[in-house]
């Protein structure tokens, strides 16, 4: 069966845990609990995961003690993560509109999902969003494309295999530049594979934003933030350069 659906739709949302199975997210909440010791101002307690997916940091920061709340747009990647019978609270939404009536104090964007807010007004108001549900001071983290090595690199072809419980998995990934919307344009295949058959197939298209260091500077403050630290991707120890594609920036709320 052959699927052009929405992003994270049924089909991709079934693959997703086994297409990131090698993603360490253990380490990556190690590093997110590091950047609340090193950034924040008082303590961090209760942390809101915007495009939470299946739940990846949202299972392990409520395990670790954090009283989470993750919020997605997508029912089928929320369900992967609600059976996971986790504290951790998980509601349908969307970024910009959400408006949950409570505070945190910290906010996470994790895995690109700021590069899917794709359009100035799009980001300016997931930022807005992230600000209206930080205390003061509250923290801001995420991880986003980078311009400058999106730009030197260029998308090329990937092919991914990935042996799983339920058979083998094969994806492609192919980008193309638009550089007048600072988009990449990803489309994904993916084929499920049983017993030497195709058993399922589905492909997306993810219009991925990057972003520049500046730019974001501006936008943070236009939101109500100050850009506190911009590192790279998953360590957040060195400067961001041409060759590193995954960056991550750590925001004050003011
Ligand atoms: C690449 S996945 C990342 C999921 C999770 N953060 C992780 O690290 O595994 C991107 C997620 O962001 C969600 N997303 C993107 N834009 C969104 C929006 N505007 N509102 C709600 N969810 C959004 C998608 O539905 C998807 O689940």
Same mark, same amino acid.
């Given at each position: 069966?052959?699927?052009?659906?929405?992003?994270?739709?049924?089909?991709?949302?079934?693959?997703?845990?086994?297409?990131?199975?090698?993603?360490?997210?253990?380490?990556?909440?190690?590093?997110?609990?590091?950047?609340?010791?090193?950034?924040?101002?008082?303590?961090?307690?209760?942390?809101?995961?915007?495009?939470?997916?299946?739940?990846?940091?949202?299972?392990? +920061?409520?395990?670790?003690?954090?009283?989470?709340?993750?919020?997605?747009?997508?029912?089928?990647?929320?369900?992967?993560?609600?059976?996971?019978?986790?504290?951790?609270?998980?509601? +349908?939404?969307?970024?910009?509109?959400? /408006? +949950?009536?409570?505070?945190?104090? =910290?906010?996470?964007?994790?895995?690109?999902?700021?590069?899917?807010?794709?359009?100035?007004?799009?980001?300016?108001?997931?930022?807005?969003?992230?600000?209206?549900?930080?205390? *003061?001071?509250?923290?801001?983290?995420?991880?986003?494309?980078?311009?400058?090595?999106?730009?030197?690199?260029?998308?090329?072809?990937?092919?991914?295999?990935?042996?799983?419980?339920?058979?083998?998995? &094969?994806?492609?990934?192919?980008?193309?530049?638009?550089?007048?919307?600072?988009?990449?344009?990803?489309?994904?295949?993916?084929?499920?594979?049983?017993?030497?058959? &195709?058993?399922?197939?589905?492909?997306?298209?993810?219009?991925?934003?990057?972003?520049?260091?500046?730019?974001?500077?501006?936008?943070?403050? =236009?939101?109500?933030?100050?850009?506190?630290?911009?590192?790279?991707?998953?360590? +957040? /120890? /060195?400067? *961001?350069?041409?060759?590193?594609?995954?960056?991550?920036?750590?925001?004050?709320?003011?």
């Amino acid at each position: 069966m052959t699927q052009q659906s929405r992003v994270f739709g049924r089909d991709y949302a079934a693959a997703y845990d086994d297409l990131y199975q090698d993603k360490d997210y253990v380490a990556e909440c190690d590093l997110i609990e590091r950047v609340f010791e090193m950034y924040g101002q008082g303590p961090t307690r209760r942390v809101l995961d915007l495009g939470c997916g299946t739940g990846g940091h949202a299972v392990i +920061l409520a395990k670790r003690g954090y009283d989470v709340v993750g919020v997605d747009r997508s029912p089928e990647m929320l369900a992967n993560a609600r059976a996971l019978g986790s504290s951790a609270r998980f509601e +349908l939404g969307e970024i910009a509109s959400v /408006d +949950l009536g409570e505070t945190f104090d =910290a906010a996470l964007m994790m895995f690109a999902v700021l590069g899917y807010q794709v359009g100035n007004a799009d980001v300016q108001a997931a930022l807005a969003s992230v600000r209206r549900h930080l205390r *003061p001071s509250g923290l801001f983290f995420s991880d986003f494309w980078y311009g400058p090595a999106v730009l030197a690199q260029r998308p090329s072809e990937r092919v991914k295999v990935i042996d799983s419980s339920h058979g083998q998995l &094969i994806r492609v990934a192919a980008g193309e530049l638009d550089a007048r919307r600072d988009l990449c344009v990803v489309r994904y295949h993916v084929w499920r594979i049983e017993e030497r058959r &195709i058993v399922a197939e589905v492909r997306e298209q993810h219009p991925m934003r990057y972003f520049f260091g500046l730019e974001l500077e501006l936008l943070l403050a =236009a939101a109500g933030f100050e850009l506190t630290r911009l590192g790279v991707f998953p360590t +957040l /120890d /060195d400067e *961001p350069t041409e060759q590193t594609w995954n960056v991550a920036l750590v925001a004050r709320a003011i």
